[in-house]
């Protein structure tokens, strides 16, 4: 609580009303659209995406459905935690999120922001077998064995295999294309599937690789 100029006590507001923070870096997540509904049950369909830039106000995403103007998202980041709000803007490969907070979730979203930035450099260093990169620009297309294509984001891909959210569920085993890289569906993870690559690739032309193939 505090004092106005006239000495009455008026409600304690958020920190950062008139200070705010923000973070800009890729941190892995997961989103639901409240319209995207599939199966009988109405079970909500759960993408991977992308965070590219954070304040206590808005959120960037990049994901494999951009959703609508004014639709609901719901979002986690293990680094921030739940998120809801409303798409505001559309993007060619995600959208814009107005947070939905009040002043004490702003206040603990802002601590973390803050949080987050003094820690980004102190990257562990990952000990698996095949270094999984974070591609710059995460969206792609598959090319399924009929030759049809679907939009789909590649959460990180590997010189073995590469783990992807789209809007389809394929079957254990069956072969695609991620950009010209061929695979087969290996596993299911919570928000899509990995491929294994039928061959080793080079690290260096991953990203090359696994970019749209030209039409």
Known sequence: MFQSVDGDTAPSRSHFDWHDVRFIGAVAGRYALSDRRVGDDGKVSVYACRLCSISTRLAVVVGPVTGREGESVTAHFDEFGILRGKITRKLPSGFVMDLL???????????????????????????????????????????????????????????????????????????????????????????????????????????????????
């Open 101 to 215: 907070l009040n002043d004490v979730d702003r206040n603990k979203l802002g601590g973390k922001i803050v949080w987050q930035k003094k820690r980004v450099h102190e990257q562990v260093p990952d000990k698996r077998e095949h270094k999984r990169i974070l591609p710059r620009d995460p969206r792609t297309l598959l090319t399924l064995a009929d030759g049809s294509q679907i939009p789909c984001f590649v959460i990180d891909i590997s010189q073995s295999g590469a783990a992807v959210s789209a809007d389809i569920w394929p079957g254990l085993g069956t072969p695609m294309a991620v950009g010209k890289l061929v695979g087969r569906v290996v596993r299911y993870l919570d928000v899509g599937f990995a491929l294994q690559f039928i061959g080793l690739q080079e690290l260096d032309r991953l990203e090359l690789l696994m970019a749209p193939p030209v039409q």
